[in-house]
């Protein structure tokens, strides 16, 4: 009878056990970093104009109570700035906060929110540098917290519902906008005024409705866990230096001479079309190349498709990469992180194809 009684009670705990484990919620870290997410107009008619990262990250978590329903939310200021004006130093400084966070047994999801302007870069980046299979989710908005219908209380709340989602676990670092759940690798903004700002040539993961998050596709290349580059292994607060030069009609050589001048590592060439570059823009590469050790690397301006190699340019024999669907802003983040381990073109070119 004692036994049977012994037995009766532990069942009876284990039951209370699994319902407190199945009712538990995740702990969640919100990191600010400023953007128009914390901005703030001078009348609630001002959607775009207004000061950016005024808001700091306890404002921006009080004023969407119903995060309690989602998660265990607590919040960290690690920069309170306009995004556009993010270096290195502060990207390197970013992850390693995260990498901190995500490294903690009590922490289950990170969500970062960002100014929209280099929300792309920042998120790519840790896509890249980042090891962990927790979920790690940037946001935005596209309207300040003072205007009216402002996008983002509901864009938070949405974060946050994926960064609390075990189904979220092991994708890689998510861009949460507009009830869209993108890849960060393949998503860049595309619109400057409305809400609907962010978008992939390649379809979002999966959506958002009412705070349940539903998936439909995952993202096929290297990232976070299966990453060759760690931002452990990344020393001080600078990447290679790695600069962009805008293609367009009645170029001239000057803009790549003046890089070349301030010791860059490497070019993003963003062509016309598939990657294009001059007639007369190929001598000034190629001597750049060859004379002064700078990797020359075709991009696109073009918003969709992707760069073929040994299309318009013979790059096997000019030594060239060609930066397959990454836009020059994504394609200038791999070739720093990859300038961090190889000069080899070949292996960079192998990156490229790879993340």
Do not use: C
């Not at 128009?36 to 808001?55: D, E, M, P």
């Not at 870069?121 to 219908?149: C, Q, W, Y």
């Not at 949405?158 to 998503?187: L, W």
């Amino acid at each position: 009878m004692i036994n049977k009684t012994v037995k009766t009670v532990g069942l009876v705990f284990t039951l209370l056990a699994a319902s407190v484990s199945l009712y538990a919620k995740n702990n969640v870290v919100v990191v600010a970093t400023g953007g128009t997410i914390a901005g703030a107009g001078a009348s609630s008619a001002n959607s775009a104009t207004y000061t950016a990262a005024k808001v700091p990250v306890d404002g921006l978590i009080n004023a969407v109570p119903q995060l309690k329903d989602l998660a265990n939310v607590s919040g960290i200021q690690a920069l309170q700035i306009a995004s556009e004006n993010i270096t290195d130093r502060e990207l390197l400084s970013l992850a390693r906060q995260v990498n901190d966070l995500v490294k903690k047994p009590s922490v289950n999801g990170v969500v970062i929110t960002h100014g929209s302007d280099t929300l792309e870069e920042t998120a790519f980046f840790l896509n890249l540098v980042i090891h962990t299979d927790k979920p790690i989710v940037l946001v935005g908005s596209m309207r300040p917290s003072t205007a009216l219908s402002a996008d983002g209380p509901l864009n938070l709340y949405s974060a946050v519902a994926v960064a609390s989602s075990d189904e979220a676990k092991n994708k890689g670092v998510f861009i949460v906008m507009n009830d869209s759940i993108f890849a960060a690798r393949d998503t860049t903004k595309g619109i400057n005024i409305h809400t609907n700002a962010f978008v992939s040539q390649w379809g979002a993961l999966g959506t958002i409705v009412e705070g349940k998050p539903y998936w439909f596709r995952n993202s096929v290349k290297r990232q976070t866990n299966s990453s060759e580059f760690n931002i452990e292994n990344i020393k001080g607060d600078q990447l290679p230096l790695v600069q962009i030069v805008y293609g367009s009609s009645s170029m001239t050589p000057e803009a790549y001479l003046a890089y070349a001048k301030a010791g860059t590592k490497a070019i993003i060439h963003a062509g016309t079309g598939n990657g294009s570059v001059p007639n007369y823009i190929v001598p000034t590469l190629k001597q750049l190349h060859d004379e002064q050790g700078i990797h020359i690397i075709r991009s696109s301006r073009v918003a969709q498709g992707f760069v073929l190699r040994n299309a318009e340019q013979p790059d096997d024999k000019y030594g060239w990469i060609a930066a397959h669907d990454l836009n020059p802003q994504k394609a200038r983040i791999l070739a720093a992180l990859a300038l961090t381990k190889t000069n080899d073109a070949k292996e960079i070119q192998r990156m490229f194809w790879q993340y």
